[in-house]
């Protein structure tokens, strides 16, 4: 069995004003290219397909026809699942429909166990043999697992959210194994994990940043391969067998530093091969900070190979305000051939000889580690960091948890 593992596509998100669906539809042309040349049997999409539980209609009009097109590749099965973006309704509406063409679709889940049998799917090789069986999970929202987040401590809290993630993913396990026996199992899901930060997705789920990420030991043993979604990179979770495959497109400039992937997964023989496939980029997302005269350097230097016009957003680091500053900048970005789109424009005010800044331009809040912030705070609150800084020490090591 060969697969790829894709999430969090995002379809119909915008950087600022600026439509990202050209970029989508590219990755999705890609997408169905590589499983005809690879000879891909089933495709796996943890979660996150579309960027709001209410896309627009082109975003829609995407989503189905990369579906429709798939009958030419030769691909057998395709397995989507819902993520915290998604409506669960709204993905399992047409769920019948798709079913007759080979897509497995689970939306979303309620709080029966004795529903969670329809994450069950089983592959097929050509002759029609269940040679695989995949626990598609979706989003499940933690209070539909028996949470509550008034029970117990903080650190019980955080033992039992994951006690309820185990028994879901053993639930699983035991589900597959009674219906399927003898055959490898694999897992798909949309969470925080061990390994992740606040900043690798763009909204919290399962209470990562307050009790910690979930550990890796909630998937049962008896799944050769977990297909995860939500974090928006690539990596193993605690070097083991569950997998990110990250953002397949750069959603911000941090996202672009690296390179976007997804997994290719060879099961043969029991035996599992993973290969990390990079994705092409269709276009830059790019971020500068500095001075006037340091933007108007950048903007005559800027340079891109990608297809796509790059996304740019420009902060300008002024003394004091500059009518007409924000008018010039415009103009400077209409006049290069090629042209970037423009994203985001603000003029942002610095002093000289700032002793935690110096004569340079402001650092970005991205750029900045958590201590640094909790320092520019205590300044501004006229509070000594110093003395503060060992319960802030603390408190950045519950999070890691």
């Known amino acids: 069995m060969l697969a790829i593992h894709t999430s969090d596509w995002h379809l119909g998100a915008a950087l600022g004003e600026a439509s990202r669906l050209e970029e989508q539809q590219r990755f999705l042309q890609w997408l169905g290219t590589t499983i005809r040349e690879r000879g891909v049997d089933t495709l796996l999409v943890a979660g996150d397909i579309f960027d709001q539980a209410n896309p ?82 979706p989003f499940v929202h933690e209070w539909r697992l028996g949470f509550r987040t008034l029970d117990g401590t903080p650190e019980e809290r955080g033992v039992l959210l994951a006690a ?14 009674g219906a399927f026996p003898g055959v490898p199992l694999l897992a798909m899901g949309h969470l925080a994990c061990v390994g992740s930060t606040p900043r690798d997705a763009p909204l919290e789920t399962h209470l990562v940043g307050t009790l910690g990420a979930l550990p890796a030991d909630i998937f049962d043993e ?43 997964v060879r099961l043969e023989g029991g035996a599992l091969a993973l290969e990390r496939l990079p994705v092409p980029a269709f276009r830059q997302v790019l971020e500068f900070a500095g001075t006037p005269d340091q933007v108007r350097a950048y903007l005559e230097d800027l340079a891109w190979t990608e297809p796509l016009p790059a996304m740019l957003s420009l902060e300008v680091c002024v003394e004091r305000h500059q009518p007409g500053l924000e008018d010039e900048v415009r103009a400077l970005v209409a006049a290069r051939e090629p042209r970037p789109l423009l994203v985001g424009l603000q003029q942002t005010l610095v002093r000289r000889g700032d002793p935690e800044g110096g004569d340079g331009p402001a650092p970005s809040l991205e750029s900045l580690e958590p201590r640094d912030v909790f320092r520019l705070l205590c300044k501004a609150k006229g509070e000594n960091a110093d003395e503060l800084m060992a319960a802030f020490e603390t408190l950045l090591g519950e999070e890691n948890l």
């Open 56 to 137: 627009s209609a082109e975003a829609q009009r995407t989503y189905y026809t990369f579906l429709r097109d798939l009958g030419e590749t030769g691909l057998r099965q395709v397995i989507l699942t819902g993520g915290n973006h998604d409506s669960p309704s709204r993905l399992d509406a047409p769920s019948e429909l798709l079913g007759n063409l080979g897509i497995h679709v689970v939306g979303g889940l309620d709080a029966d166990p004795e529903s969670w049998g329809r994450c069950l799917c089983p592959l097929r090789d050509a002759g029609g043999a269940v040679e695989a069986v995949v626990a598609a999970a």
């Open 164 to 177: 309820c993630f185990r028994a879901f993913y053993g639930r699983l396990a035991d589900l597959a194994e």
């Open 222 to 264: 008896r799944f050769a391969y977990v297909a995860l979604g939500h974090i928006h990179r690539n990596y193993a979770v605690a070097g083991g067998r569950a997998h990110y495959c990250g953002t397949p497109l750069a959603l911000n400039a941090r996202e672009g530093a690296t390179a976007r992937q997804v997994n290719l």
